[in-house]
């Protein structure tokens, strides 16, 4: 009986020892509602339009549970929607600063829904829309006290950045072709030199 009382509190101590393996985040599918074509975004800044069209662009998006500290990259194009879980994450835009303008910004217009349980039902409500830069994370930020969303990337390209790549890279020198053979000369004989004669000075 003694043995049985002190195994069993070893046995328990074994158990909680073993940390469960914290979850993976899950994706599932969009309501309908968050399907409907996006509306145009409000613009970054002046000049944006100019590079690679709007829904070519990709954009890569962190998104952060702070409950289990479980991190995960979203890469979307714009017009694209996510749900991970609880949040919903839409891209509406993504731009970054053209090569020759400064300082280089790059950022994205996103909006991120959270689902609401409890008093009130089970639909998701809206906790965050506008842009996020990647430059100046501080700017602006998705408060809430679970979920954290940022901008890491928009790949676009501009006008003329393929030439000016191509610009940086050393140029390759085509193969040059053999050279035809030349028929040998004989080497020229050199003429002896006058002789000089040495006169008596009177």
């Known amino acids: 009986m003694r ?89 509406k835009a993504c731009e970054r600063t053209a090569p020759w303008e400064l300082p280089q910004e790059t950022g994205a217009f996103v909006q991120v829904f959270i689902q609401q349980s409890g008093v009130g039902g089970n639909g998701f409500a809206k906790v965050f829309s506008g842009w996020l830069f990647r430059e100046s994370p501080s700017l602006t930020v998705v408060e809430h006290p679970i979920y954290d969303v940022w901008v890491k990337d928009c790949t676009m390209r501009f006008p003329g950045e393929e030439a000016g790549a191509a610009a940086d890279k050393p140029a390759v020198k085509p193969p040059s072709s053999p050279r035809p053979a030349t028929p040998s000369l004989p080497a020229p004989v050199p003429t002896p030199a006058p002789a000089q004669t040495s006169e008596p000075i009177a």
Not at 67 to 91: F, H, S, W, Y
């Open 3 to 91: 043995l049985a009382i002190l195994v069993l509190p070893l046995a328990l101590l074994g158990a909680c020892s073993r940390a469960p393996a914290p979850p993976k985040p899950v994706e599932t599918e969009v309501p309908e509602e968050f399907r409907r074509p996006p509306a145009a975004p409000p613009q970054a800044r002046a000049g944006t339009g100019v590079g690679t069209p709007l829904k070519e662009r990709v954009a890569t998006l962190g998104l952060l549970n702070k409950r289990n500290n479980i991190a995960q990259d979203l890469v979307m194009k714009p017009g694209e929607t996510r749900r991970i879980g609880d949040v919903i994450v839409a891209l």
